[in-house]
Nanobody, 125 residues
Framework: QVQLVESGGGSVQAGGSLRLSCVVS????????VGWFRQAPGKEREGVAA????????LYADSVQGRFTISQNNAKTTVYLQMNSLKPEDTSMYYC??????????????????WGQGAQVSVSS
């Protein structure tokens, strides 16, 4: 089993920055990738960014490319999402997720086995 705990959400004005953290614990050696997803009320959950645990390769949704950065610490126990130049449309509940699968699209919700409880990010104009 793997446990994921997010922190760092909050409220910020447009143009501001926030950093989300996801502490990963448990059977972490089985993990292939960790991703960040978000879901706004009435909308589907969407992939924001992902990082492959072994290689450190990162992937981003077009909507956040150049503004968000995903990273992990050396011990691979914490995954970060640095969010800069935030926009009101970034307002969502953000979830950390982890997968043991080496196949499939990184942004597919069904690929991920473990999920955190979520962290709210609110951006005002």
């Amino acid at each position: 089993q793997v446990q994921l705990v997010e922190s760092g959400g909050g409220s910020v004005q447009a143009g501001g920055s926030l950093r989300l953290s996801c502490v990963v614990s448990g059977a972490t050696s089985s993990l292939r990738a960790v991703g960040w997803f978000r879901q706004a009320p009435g909308k589907e959950r969407e992939g924001v960014a992902a990082i492959y645990s072994s290689s450190g390769r990162t992937l981003y949704a077009d909507s956040v490319q150049g503004r968000f950065t995903i990273s992990q610490n050396n011990a691979k126990t914490t995954v970060y999402l640095q969010m800069n130049s935030l926009k009101p449309e970034d307002t969502s509940m953000y979830y950390c997720a982890a997968t043991t699968s080496g196949y499939g699209v990184w942004s597919s919700v069904t690929r991920y086995d473990y999920w955190g409880q979520g962290a709210q990010v609110s951006v005002s104009s």
